[in-house]
């Protein structure tokens, strides 16, 4: 982290702060969502359902602002040094990211729709269905939902190790690109 990056090899500071408060929201609500079935009552566990939605949804609205900037602002290129197949390797694990980032909350909210459940935070923020109810629908879309966050989860392992073989091990793309506090 403390690596010295020149300023042109870091991502612009917009794009730092979102994959910070992103990464956060993300590996926080995998862990909510892992927890849901084992929380104790049920109105905790109504109240964490709650949550763990609101949080899918804002991670939605920060992937519309997270594109645009990476769109207006790019990405910092990657050293010469490295192999052709880690650069593809790169292009497609962060793609593959973005794709999930959007996949694994949609079909959060497609099964909460399919459920016909309503839902209202503090009163007055409410939730549009995206489909109407449909009980038929449900299992498959939870199967979706489910299925999408492990995968997510798998990519996650990789994109991290990754990103720590390359900063400690190979010292060719330092942590500082995408974590660093300077502007
Ligand atoms: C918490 C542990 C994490 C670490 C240590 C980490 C580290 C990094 C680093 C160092 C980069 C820059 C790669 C480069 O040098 O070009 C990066 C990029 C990226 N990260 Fe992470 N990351 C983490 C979590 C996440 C999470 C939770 C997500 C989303 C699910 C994510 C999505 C991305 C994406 C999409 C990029 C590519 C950015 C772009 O080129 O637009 N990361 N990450
Ligand atoms: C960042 C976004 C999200 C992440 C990382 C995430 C992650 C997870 C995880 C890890 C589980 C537990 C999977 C398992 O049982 O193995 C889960 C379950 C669930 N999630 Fe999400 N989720 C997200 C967004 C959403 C959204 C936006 C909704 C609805 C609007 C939603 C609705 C649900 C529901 C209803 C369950 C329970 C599934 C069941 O009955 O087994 N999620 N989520």
């Given at each position: ?43 905790r566990k109504f109240q964490a359902f709650s949550w763990h939605k609101l949080i899918g949804l ?126």
């Amino acid at each position: 982290m403390n690596s010295p990056v020149a300023p042109a090899a870091r991502y612009s500071p917009s794009l730092r702060l979102l994959h910070a408060s992103m990464a956060t929201l993300i590996l926080g609500n995998l862990w909510l969502g892992l927890s849901l079935e084992s929380i104790e009552p049920i109105s905790r566990k109504f109240q964490a359902f709650s949550w763990h939605k609101l949080i899918g949804l804002v991670v939605l609205a920060l992937l519309v602002a997270r594109l645009f900037w990476r769109w207006r602002d790019g990405a910092p290129a990657l050293p010469n040094s490295l192999p052709i197949w880690q650069r593809l390797a790169a292009h497609i694990g962060h793609g593959l990211l973005y794709l999930l980032m959007c996949a694994v909350p949609v079909s959060g909210w497609l099964y909460h729709s399919a459920s016909g459940l309503k839902l209202r935070w503090f009163g007055w923020l409410s939730m549009p269905n995206l489909i109407a109810p449909n009980p038929a629908l449900k299992p498959l879309l939870q199967t979706l939902h489910v299925g999408l966050c492990w995968t997510l989860m798998l990519v996650l392992l990789l994109h991290v190790g990754a990103a720590l073989k390359h900063h400690w091990w190979d010292r060719d793309l330092p942590l500082g690109r995408m974590f660093s506090w300077r502007g």
